[in-house]
């Protein structure tokens, strides 16, 4: 007896065939089940979409009969796990082919202002800073969550409301470096960070328009006593704020590592374009429409997404403007 026919047999000793088959995907199990309200909407896009119930019902394991139940308001609990998992498996896919970094000319001029940053500056062998700022959306923080990704010798931490202080900042590192164990019993953070992070490193702090400036100046001591370059990446108004103070000893430590962005520009929404194999003159017109924008990419990519769930649950291909439109309308970035 196979696993459908166990199955089967089982339903119909408790007698709730509900379902084809009670043995779901693996993942119903891990995954917290889905409201109905955000299976409803999702069934929606797909059918407005010109996808059949019958279709459906197929993929997901459900007959059609309870089904058609179930979008009539009969939802029973195994029929919501199975659509459900379908829904998450859909998902699953779409994370699995689609990262979030991808190599825009400005994340080329992010990358590479790290890279200054890092490099041996004098005979004492201190480092730099990089400076990055300007509007959100833009790849900033994707960015350095890569490079951090990408280099155990790099750590990225975001400041918040507790991490803006010199202690709250180096908690912040080394829970990023949780892999590397935990401090001694007495040992300083900044012992422990310079333990484990080796000269020519970089220490990544995001929304650095949260700390304080005389903070900021106390965090120079890794470039010029440890070789451990700096970074701070920031919005608009925390340039502005750092450029009016005039800080002669952070900005002289930048050397050439700032960059400022603003909106993103044609050739990073074409990378982001092509990196998403998303063609089309209409299609990149709309996705232009969308981008160029504070936050712009950022949308964009919520946009691409929500598009990518209902092609593929059809099982289309390619996003046409139809899907781009729909997504950018789930996203909440465009009116329908």
């Not at 065939?17 to 119903?28: E, G, M």
């Given at each position: 007896m196979n696993m459908d026919q166990e199955g089967i047999l089982e339903h119909k000793q408790f007698n709730e065939?509900?379902?084809?088959?009670?043995?779901?995907?693996?993942?119903?199990n891990k995954k917290p089940t889905m409201?109905?309200?955000?299976?409803?909407?999702?069934?929606?896009?797909?059918?407005?979409?010109?996808?059949?119930?019958?279709?459906?019902?197929?993929?997901?394991?459900?007959s059609k009969d309870h089904l058609e139940a179930w979008v009539n308001g009969k939802k029973s609990e195994e029929t919501t796990r199975a659509l459900s998992s379908w829904f998450t498996g859909i998902d699953e896919e779409l994370a699995e082919r689609n990262g979030d970094f991808f190599m825009s000319p400005s994340a080329e001029k992010f990358l590479n202002a790290f890279e200054r940053a890092r490099e041996p500056k004098g005979k004492d062998g201190s480092r730099g800073i990089a400076m990055i700022y300007g509007a959100s959306g833009t790849g900033k923080s994707i960015t350095a969550k890569w490079a951090a990704g990408m280099d155990e010798n790099v750590v990225y931490v975001q400041?918040?409301?507790?991490?803006?202080?010199?202690?709250?900042?180096?908690?912040?590192?080394?829970?990023?470096?949780?892999?590397?164990?935990?401090?001694?019993?007495?040992?300083k953070l900044r012992e422990f960070i310079l333990r484990k992070i080796r000269p020519g490193g970089l220490l990544i702090f995001d929304h650095a328009q949260l700390i304080r400036l005389s903070v900021m100046e106390q965090l120079l001591i890794f470039p010029d006593e440890y070789g451990v370059a700096l970074a701070f990446i920031g919005n608009t108004k925390g340039y502005k704020d750092f450029t009016n103070a005039k800080l002669a000893h952070i900005s002289s430590?930048?050397?050439?590592?700032?960059?400022?962005?603003?909106?993103?520009?044609?050739?990073?929404?074409?990378?982001?374009?092509?990196?998403?194999s998303v063609g089309g003159r209409k299609e990149r017109e709309f996705c232009l429409m969308i981008g160029r924008q504070d936050g712009g990419l950022r949308y964009l990519d919520n946009t691409i997404f929500e598009a990518r769930k209902i092609a593929c649950a059809l099982g289309a291909e390619k996003l046409d403007l139809k899907l781009l439109k729909l997504g950018a309308a789930n996203a909440g970035c465009w009116g329908s």
């Open positions: 065939p509900t379902v084809k088959s009670s043995i779901l995907p693996a993942h119903v409201r109905n309200e955000t299976i409803e909407a999702r069934l929606t896009d797909v059918c407005n979409s010109g996808m059949k119930l019958s279709r459906i019902a197929i993929e997901s394991n459900v400041a918040d409301g507790d991490r803006n202080t010199w202690t709250g900042l180096l908690k912040g590192v080394v829970e990023s470096m949780d892999y590397y164990g935990r401090a001694a019993i007495g040992e430590r930048v050397r050439g590592s700032i960059v400022f962005v603003e909106i993103p520009g044609e050739d990073d929404i074409d990378a982001f374009l092509e990196a998403r």
